[in-house]
Structure formats: C-alpha cells, structure tokens
Nanobody, 111 residues
Framework: VQLVESGGGLVQPGGPLRLSCAASGLTVSSYGMSWYRQAPGKEREWVAR????????MYADSVKGRFAISRNNAKNTVCLQMNSLKAEDTAVYYC?????WGQGTQVTVSS
C-alpha cells in the first residue's frame, strides 16, 4: 500500500487549498479514509474521515464547516478541500488508512 499526498503550499489567510491523496494497493471506495495533520511542536491530530459506505464524513471541531473530505473513485484518490484557512491550520497534512501513512504535504497559511 502506498499513499501519496499532494496539493500543499503557501496560502494567504482566508484562502482555499485542495489536498489529494493518491492510493495504490487499495481501493479507496472500499475503506474508510482519514486525514491527519501535525503542526510544529505539536502532536499529530485527526482532521477528517470519510466512511467506506455512504460517504459519511466526520470532522474535528477545529475544521468543521471549513474543510470537506471526499473521494474520487475513478482516480482512486481522497481529497481534502480546505476553505477559510487560518494561520493555525499550518501543518503537515497526512493521509491515513489502516496502519499506513503518506509522506505528508506541507500547508502554510501566512500573509
């Protein structure tokens, strides 16, 4: 199994950014998938999850209403649409399934 995140970068406060997680060795439509993040000096924290069936989604309170997790079954990817970004959203964002982590993608929110 391999998870490869992309889409990170530098964005101004209030701006949007869309992260993608390309999976190989598993079919994302068959499993629940999650995004986590780790800010400098802090522990890794859960951000969002999409269930394996029905597309049910859950979010950490800190991102609820601003972030949206989704799947693209045709591309076998999981995406995280991030809107109204804040400085405190600055972190390395990781895709997660079972015991597998991606390498992470850096998101920096700064003016």
């Amino acid at each position: 199994v391999q998870l490869v995140e992309s889409g990170g970068g530098l964005v101004q406060p209030g701006g949007p950014l869309r992260l993608s997680c390309a999976a190989s060795g598993l079919t994302v439509s068959s499993y629940g998938m999650s995004w986590y993040r780790q800010a400098p000096g802090k522990e890794r924290e859960w951000v969002a999850r999409i269930s394996s069936t029905g597309g049910n989604t859950m979010y950490a309170d800190s991102v609820k209403g601003r972030f949206a997790i989704s799947r693209n079954n045709a591309k076998n990817t999981v995406c995280l649409q991030m809107n109204s970004l804040k400085a405190e959203d600055t972190a390395v964002y990781y895709c997660y399934w079972s015991t597998y982590w991606g390498q992470g993608t850096q998101v920096t929110v700064s003016s």
